[in-house]
């Protein structure tokens, strides 16, 4: 084992959290923007949209944000090379369902009647009709939008009693949410019902029962339930990539050589690296790790070969392409043996998948807009991913409404201006429905422990009489190592307020005050 690595990642961080802590973005949306305003990408035509989110994929395991990474990823250390590469990107919540929420409505995910955890694949429409969401935008905007992939935002199943009937239609699926099409999976791959439904419809009815236990494929397990026909576990990653590819294909062939080409907008949040952890040939043993290493080297092959339909089709001039995660790596990765390869998913920041520490949240973001993203770059820059809709909101020109975005930051700005900050601070929530709030250098933990997964688990760190509340400066301790809480009253009670602001005016931008859609207690009181 190499042991300078750990000191080299220290370094990093420090250095990192140093650097950009104030000049919270630089880039995301500015670069996203590139030298094109909303005004002037109006003029020349919107651009194509392709957001893709990988599943419980952490900070260090991919190369471009991880220097120490032992996982050979080419085509996202390619796409970085043609685009920016955030360190300092988040998402509003460390796991599954709220960060899409988050993501898709530009709004907290806190602010849901989702106060913790996570939907199962028989739960009902997260999102309602009139939430305003990235396709409706889109939508708005003249674009075709398309979601293929891992929903996990809930739809309305036909039951009969506790049965699912699934010769029935689904409703409340995302066409409500602004999708004009989509083929899908309800929940996390782990998750039954294993049915696909294209656009309302279930693909085929399952005539029996399928589940993997965890003694019999410590990587590969997937809980029982009902399978269709056509659902292959080990091939949903490659069929939905194909199903994406086939969508985009579709959409620039659908062009009239008389009529302007409608962009289009693809959403593909991927069931992977999340279990079942199942690679498949030539990926299966490739890394020389673990499963979890070469299921991520698959996830990277797939995105070049999305990559590369979009330079077959000419389109990738004209085509942002974002790629994210929706929450650090899992301990379903075994930790254990990919340290024994010297790699940390969590690439030196503390805790993982669930947490209210930074390895929870903090994520791989990449994008590329050929001659609007500057290539090859790396910011510092404080971004969450709920700033996504505000920025595609400032690209296609549409203005700014009072619901829709009312948690994200059009960073675009910093165009004009890079010493600007429009991201004053960020709010991060746990599984457990813990939060955090941040603001320059300084993060302010709710919370006794980890809010999640990692030790000190809330009841146990409560059992120990550690203090509700954790302050730590990232810019001297990225590690959040050390409570410095007792040291800065003043700090805690600042923050503190901050954040109580935040929950009673419904939004964390300027714009009328909104209402949640539950009462919102941050704990965090002795």
Request: charge should be negative.
């Amino acid at each position: 084992m190499n042991t300078s690595a750990p000191v080299h990642r220290s370094d990093s961080l420090r250095r990192r959290a140093a650097v950009g802590l104030y000049a919270a973005s630089m880039g995301l949306f500015l670069i996203l923007a590139g030298d094109a305003t909303g005004q002037e990408a109006g003029e020349k035509g919107h651009p194509n949209v392709v957001l893709v989110m990988a599943d419980d994929m952490g900070l260090g395991d991919i190369s471009p944000t991880n220097p120490d990474c032992q996982i050979k990823t080419p085509n996202l250390q390619r796409l970085a090379d043609q685009g920016l590469t955030f360190l300092d990107a988040h998402t509003p919540s460390s796991v599954c369902t709220p960060t899409r929420y988050g993501l898709l409505t530009g709004r907290y995910n806190w602010r849901s009647r989702l106060a913790k955890g996570v939907l199962s694949g028989r739960s009902e429409q997260l999102i309602p009709a009139d939430r305003p969401t990235l396709g409706h935008l889109l939508q708005s905007a003249g674009y075709h939008t398309g979601m293929i992939g891992k929903w996990h935002l809930g739809w309305d199943w036909h039951k009969d009693g506790n049965e699912i009937d699934f010769s029935k239609p689904v409703e409340n699926g995302p066409d409500i949410n602004g999708f004009n099409q989509y083929y899908g999976h309800c929940g996390s791959l782990d998750m039954p019902p294993y049915v696909w439904v294209d656009t309302g419809k279930p693909t085929s009815i399952p005539t029996r029962e399928e589940g993997v236990t965890k003694k019999e494929s410590p990587y590969g397990w997937y809980r029982k339930g009902p399978i269709g026909d056509d659902f292959e576990i080990e091939q949903v990653l490659p069929h939905l990539f194909d199903k994406s590819i086939t969508y985009i294909d579709e959409r620039v062939s659908s062009a009239s050589a008389e009529d302007e080409r409608k962009p289009f907008f693809l959403y593909l949040p991927l069931p992977a690296p999340h279990t079942p952890i199942v690679p498949v040939p030539p990926f299966r043993d490739a890394s020389g790790i673990n499963p979890y290493a070469d299921f991520v080297m698959q996830v990277d092959h797939h995105m070049g070969e999305l990559m590369k339909k979009l330079d077959e089709l000419g389109v990738a001039d004209e085509t942002l392409v974002i790629f994210t995660s929706d929450n650090g790596c899992s301990p379903e990765a075994n930790f254990s043996v990919l340290a024994e390869h010297d790699h940390d998913p969590s690439a030196g920041f503390r805790g993982h998948k669930a947490d209210i520490y930074e390895g929870g949240h903090r994520v791989p973001l990449i994008v590329r807009w050929p001659g609007h993203v500057r290539a090859g770059e790396q910011t510092d820059a404080t971004v969450c991913l709920t700033d996504v809709y505000t920025t595609l909101q400032s690209i296609t020109g549409q203005p700014r409404e009072p619901a829709g975005g009312e948690d994200g930051f059009d960073l675009s700005v910093l165009f004009q201006d890079p010493s600007a900050n429009p991201r004053d601070s960020l709010v991060s929530h746990s599984i457990g429905g813990f939060f955090a709030i941040r603001r320059g250098p300084w993060k302010l933990c709710l919370s006794h422990g980890s809010g999640g997964w990692s030790k000190p688990r809330e009841p146990d760190a409560k059992k120990r009489g550690l203090p509700p509340m954790q302050l730590f400066h990232l810019g001297n301790d990225p590690g959040e190592t050390t409570n410095v809480a007792d040291q800065h009253p003043e700090k805690v009670a600042e923050l503190k307020a901050l954040l109580d602001q935040q929950v009673a005016e419904g939004r964390c931008t300027p714009g009328p005050r909104l209402s949640n859609d539950r009462k919102v207690d941050v704990g965090g009181r002795k």
